[in-house]
């Protein structure tokens, strides 16, 4: 048998890692953004969510149009826009032309992931999928974990426009490698074996039948469906507080140096790489063994469970190196569910699985859009960092009960 299904997991992985490069770069660059644009923390943290608002925006519909068209053609094209605008995200000379160019850069950033799922759901089979999954964010998350020292690294020699130029051109190579590289359909690919093909096949979902207001209305009330949305909107509000705002908290609040800051700010998302991959193999162990509710749900609820307790004491730790640990070990909490949260997206919604899981993407970006908004403002008004980490605490706790609840089983209406 051939194994030309992990070339396009490979080729998945690079895409992980090239936007968690372009995501993180900016908080870590923020101080100096800042700096020269004489920017307030309330008008950085719109500069942040114009990018979260715009990914949510354009998230279903790119997801819908992947399933229509095929994600070969869409997933170029996202990578080239959002390269393109991380870029001209250079050329920002003051608050509005850099909240416009990176609401630009959501919009065509949206959709990557739930394409990228539904990729999975073509090529991947079954019993192969919350290791894929938790492989693929594991890619996403050491690329951002290693951000903040490889900027620090090139910002002395590039300058921060000079960092945003270097990281935009990384897309057009992976752009290239897509094009030449991946086919829609397993089968006509060239370097595929009938017994790869066969192996796919076993596991794998029937094509998408578009089915307008109806297929909304089906997700808007199937219980499963809106759990995960639910259970997913802690996970991106918690991330973006990583990508944003933790750099200064760590900075004015716990009273890290430069070089503390090089290794815990990114220290998150370095342990999230860890637990991406036991995630992913833990959750289809256990979907094995135990059946996929013990698999899935199970390992979102005493993921989600763990996060609260940590991010709760980070809140008041007097430690400043107990409260990053802290932290880190929330993240990678929260980030220890996300295999079983896209590979249950892929089972609940069957056919329709790339639109289930933008669904789902989408309420995490809508935690994202607030969550550095919703910081800049406690920390205005109560001066009080410990507000933001108690309502993070909040967050994740509810996505515990959440995940109670939820029952991979049952697939949508017509998918059995």
């Known amino acids: 048998m051939t194994h030309v299904r992990y070339r396009v997991v490979g080729y998945c992985v690079a895409l992980a890692a090239v936007t968690y490069l372009d995501r993180v770069c900016i908080s870590t660059l923020a101080p100096q953004i800042m700096r020269e644009l004489h920017l307030s ?4 943290s719109y500069v942040f969510s114009a990018f979260t608002l715009a990914y949510a925006l354009f998230e279903i519909p790119t997801a819908w149009w992947g399933e ?20 001209l995200t250079a050329a920002a000379w003051n608050f509005w032309a850099l909240v416009v160019t990176r609401f630009l850069f959501g919009a065509g950033e949206a959709g990557a992931w739930p394409n990228v799922a539904k990729t999975f759901s073509r090529w991947i089979p079954a019993c192969e999928r919350g290791r894929v999954q938790g492989i693929f964010f594991m890619g996403a998350h050491l690329a951002g974990g290693f951000t903040p020292a490889l900027v620090a690294l090139l910002t002395p020699h590039l300058g921060w426009r000079g960092v945003f130029l270097a990281f935009g051109g990384l897309g057009f190579l992976w752009v290239a490698g897509w094009l030449h590289g991946y086919r829609d359909d397993p089968a006509a690919h060239p370097a595929i074996s009938p017994e790869e093909v066969k192996f796919i096949d076993e596991g794998r979902v029937r094509e998408a039948s578009h089915g307008g207001a109806s297929l909304w209305r089906l997700l808007a009330s199937n219980r499963n469906v809106i759990l995960l949305c639910v259970t997913y909107f802690s996970n991106g509000y918690g991330f973006y507080f990583l990508i944003t705002w933790l750099p200064t908290y760590l900075e004015q609040q716990r009273g890290f140096s430069k070089a503390g800051l090089s290794l815990f700010a990114g220290l998150p998302l370095l342990l999230s790489v860890f637990a991406d991959l036991f995630g992913g193999i833990a959750t289809d162990r256990l979907a094995r063994r135990f ?10 609820a005493v993921a989600y469970l763990l996060a609260a307790g940590a991010i709760l004491a980070a809140a008041f730790t007097p430690s400043a190196l107990a409260a990053a640990a802290l932290i880190a070990l929330a993240a990678a909490a929260s980030m220890f569910t996300l295999a079983a949260s896209w590979a249950a997206c892929i089972e609940v919604g069957g056919r329709h699985s790339g639109v289930v899981s933008a669904a789902m993407n989408t309420t995490g ?28 605490c909040i967050l994740y706790f509810v996505s515990f009960v959440g995940w109670l609840f939820i029952d991979p089983n049952r697939r949508l209406a017509g998918e059995d």
């Open 68 to 87: 229509k068209v095929g994600t070969r053609r869409v997933l170029a094209r996202i990578v080239g826009w959002w390269s393109t605008f991380t870029m």
């Open 41 to 44: 923390r309330v008008e950085m």
């Open 291 to 300: 059946g996929l509710r013990a698999g899935r749900a199970g390992v979102g």
């Open 365 to 392: 970006q809508a935690g994202g859009i607030l969550s550095p908004i919703v910081l800049a403002y406690l920390v205005e008004w109560f001066a009080d960092w410990r507000l933001p980490l108690i309502a993070m």
